[in-house]
């Protein structure tokens, strides 16, 4: 029982970050560059025309449409607040579900999982990626984004309700745990990682604050674009520090 409960509060966020989350992913350039990555990361994987897709954790759906680009799209999600906002953008079906015991679409097997910032969140992390794993077609890929170095930790992941940030060799021994083959691990939002770095340490376990700042118009376009053209390299070789971890792996044929 107590690890039911545990399971069904994974996504325990405040109902006013997924608010303030709905607002700020069309426009935030920390949520448009990285659609930008994954978007170029996405284009290079052997997907058939007609993959099925989950994004597990979708949120309120921000990423839904450009996953819709590369197939048929499914949404899991824990948070009704958020389900709801999901389903008003009218890409995908989002269908309520916890990890690692409560996966929907029991009728469906995937061939591209996409877990973008989400296993963080989770208290059985290595459980999660094993139920994913039965759920992914031989073959079939994972794509996963997580936040990097325990040493950043701040006020955003109290705000977020991760469980822990994590480092490359222990993300790579998690994922080939569960039975993966990791295909491609860097860290990533490496330029800005000093500045992040100072503001996060320097702003240190401060109880006020937005979870997601919204800069100004002109710094908001210039941290968006400093972001995304990290693009042109991921995917071809591999960072060596960053303040997120992306990681490509298939489940074995």
Known sequence: MIITALNRVQHNVDASIYAEMAALENH??????????????????????????L?????TGGNLAMLARYGQVHGMEANAEAINLAMAKGVAEVRAGYLPNDIPFPEKSFDLIALFDVLE???EDAAALRALRARLKPGGWLLV????YPFLWGRHDELHHHKRRYMARGLRALTESAGYRVRYLSYFNTWLLPLIAVARLARGSAKDGSAVPMPNKF????????????????????FPAGVSLLMMARNPE
């Open 28 to 53: 935030h350039w920390w949520f448009v560059a990285r659609r930008s990555i994954l978007n170029k990361i996405l284009a290079g994987l052997p997907l058939p025309a007609d993959a099925q897709i």
């Open 55 to 59: 994004e597990a954790g979708c949120g």
């Open 121 to 123: 969140h989770l208290e």
């Open 145 to 148: 984004t997580v936040p990097a």
């Open 219 to 238: 710094l908001n376009a210039l941290l968006t674009k400093i972001f995304a053209s990290e693009r042109f390299f991921l995917g071809h070789i591999a």
